[in-house]
């Protein structure tokens, strides 16, 4: 399974990005695919998950009520759509799928390369 990032990019507060990322290889109904994010000096932090066949997804709060995971099955492909983005938000988004134990800790089995995403006050 591999899995590949994209849509990064700069933008000022309060604007928006879609990220996407592609999932080539053997997928499962069961597997999760998440967001996390890691900003400059800071620890790797969840964002989103969702699970491929639908159902319950998770928010961090930070994130909570301005961001979107979404799945398009039929394009293998996982969306992030941003928001409402403040500064705060900078930081090198990746995507990742597995089976974890729980939607924010993990562990995931397949990581993404990252994409930056830069939010300019």
């Known amino acids: 399974v591999q899995l590949q990032a994209s849509g990064g990019g700069w933008v000022q507060a309060g604007g928006s990005l879609r990220l996407s990322c592609v999932v080539s290889?053997?997928?499962?109904?069961?597997?999760?695919m998440a967001w996390f994010r890691q900003a400059p000096e800071k620890e790797r932090e969840s964002v989103a998950a969702t699970r491929w066949s639908g159902g319950t997804t998770y928010y961090s709060d930070a994130v909570k009520g301005r961001f979107t995971i979404s799945e398009d099955n039929a394009k293998n492909t996982v969306y992030l759509q941003m928001n409402s983005l403040k500064p705060e938000d900078t930081a090198v988004y990746y995507c990742?799928?597995?089976?974890?134990?729980?939607?924010?800790?993990?562990?995931?089995?397949?990581w993404g390369q990252g994409t930056l995403v830069t939010v300019s006050s």
């Open positions: 290889g053997r997928t499962l109904p069961g597997d999760v």
């Open positions: 990742a799928a597995g089976t974890p134990r729980t939607y924010r800790h993990g562990p995931y089995h397949y």
